[in-house]
């Protein structure tokens, strides 16, 4: 009865909100959006899980369907707001309806032609199978929702990345991934320039693990990813130079990032797109020595203190090597608290000048990789 009297006022409605869970369930509520595609009507769902919300989209019968499902088992209350009224309906244990209509200010609604949904360059329920074997995806490519935050990292990175490559017109790219882990980023890179874009993109990605390394190369075969490849590397010890066109780290631990940028600089990469993380090299050897001291006497303090040194000093280096870096927040840090991007590009040659910096290190006896590998270009 909810949903036929509900349909009779559709197009007033301006959203509806199904809560009060019967049982202890991670969704509190559903809210549900109108909207107008191709001349029919859908319903967006936003479901709030943990404080992250998650979309769907919904033809009228599967609104209903879905409404029908969520109602009867999960919720005992769905309120309506439409242009002029509130309704609100209660469900008593009995299974009777309770209607309480109220009035409101709103004026005429207008259901928009498409559904406002932020467009992400990688969408939910889009068939990227490799992100089903990487348990990013369900088999129906839904988001598992432990790897939400992943999901929304990998999106970001390509987001960034697209922002950099969308007028691209090279028929092919090399990239390399230092300490590519599973390889969720790898994977999409390679789905973004190869599958997106049909670009010839090679990309090799480096990590200590073999057993990890060994997977990913099982699965770029098993979706003939011909030219994307893993390598059981350890990034400290060098690897052989190549023309490179964009190099990638995405939380490659401690000095690991070190190694990346140094990579880079000595291939003149064009560009850098690094998350550093665990800094721990600066926070171990720094002392105390003057203005900074403030800042060493609490651990959690000197921590975050020496993990922003010691990216300001990447930063700088970076710089003096010729490239252009922008410094951002890559997600919000919920969904990461190791968040900061350096985004570099290469724009001019060399203009080495770290005396500055060196005296500042070694005021504070701080051990800096990049610093020291680069002393000597
Ligand atoms: C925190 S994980 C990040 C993995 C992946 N990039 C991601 O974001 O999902 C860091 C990875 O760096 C790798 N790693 C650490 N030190 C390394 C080294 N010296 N050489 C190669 N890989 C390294 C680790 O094995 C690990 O898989």
């Known amino acids: ?10 197009k007033s409605i301006k959203k509806m909100v199904v809560s009060d869970p019967k049982i202890k369930i991670a969704e509190t509520k559903l809210v549900y959006h109108p909207y107008i595609k191709k ?34 088992n999960y919720y005992r209350q769905i309120v309506v707001i439409e242009a002029g009224r509130t309704v609100s309906y209660f469900i008593n244990p009995n299974g009777k309806i309770k209607r309480r209509e109220e009035k409101n200010t709103l004026n005429e609604v207008k259901l928009s032609e498409h559904n406002k949904e932020k467009k992400y360059i990688l969408e939910e329920g889009e068939c990227i199978p490799a992100l089903v074997d990487l ?21 970001r990175f390509i987001e960034i990345i697209d922002d950099e490559f969308k ?51 099982r699965l770029a075969q098993k979706y003939k990813y011909d030219n994307l490849h893993f390598e059981v590397k350890d990034v400290a010890k060098g690897l052989d130079d190549q023309k490179v066109d964009m190099l990638v780290s995405l939380h490659a631990c401690d ?16 560009n850098i797109f690094s998350v550093p993380c ?13 203005d900074f001291d ?3 006497k609490d651990g959690l303090i000197k921590e975050r203190f020496s993990a922003l040194l010691t990216d300001s000093i990447r930063v700088q280096l970076l710089r003096e090597q010729g490239y252009s870096v922008d410094v ?35 005021k504070y006896h701080v051990e800096q990789e990049l610093f020291n590998l680069t002393k000597n270009l």
């Open 328 to 362: 951002i927040e890559f997600v919000d840090f919920e969904h990461s608290p190791k968040n900061i991007m350096l985004r570099a590009k290469k724009v001019s040659s060399a203009k080495k000048d770290s005396s500055k910096l060196g005296a500042l290190l070694s």
């Open 39 to 72: 001349g029919e009507i859908y319903f967006q769902e936003e479901v709030v899980l943990s404080n992250k919300a998650f979309h769907n989209n919904y033809s009228l019968e599967e609104f209903k369907k879905r409404l029908e499902e969520e109602l009867v």
């Open 135 to 155: 348990g990013v995806f369900t088999k129906e490519y839904k988001i598992v929702s432990s790897k939400y935050d992943k999901f929304k990292q990998i999106n």
């Open 255 to 270: 000095t690991s990032t070190d190694y990346a940028l140094y990579y880079a600089i000595k291939n003149k990469v064009p």
């Open 1 to 10: 009865m909810i949903f036929e009297e509900i349909i009779k006022n559709l």
């Open 294 to 296: 403030l800042l060493l």
């Open 167 to 217: 007028n691209y017109t090279n028929k092919e790219i090399t990239i390399l991934d230092f300490g590519c882990g599973k390889s969720y980023l790898t994977f999409i890179i390679y789905y973004y320039f190869a599958i997106k874009k049909g670009i010839n993109a090679k990309i090799i990605g480096y990590d200590l693990k073999e057993d990890v390394v060994e997977n990913c190369n």
């Open 278 to 290: 665990c800094q721990h090299q600066v926070n171990s050897s720094i002392k105390r020595g003057g």
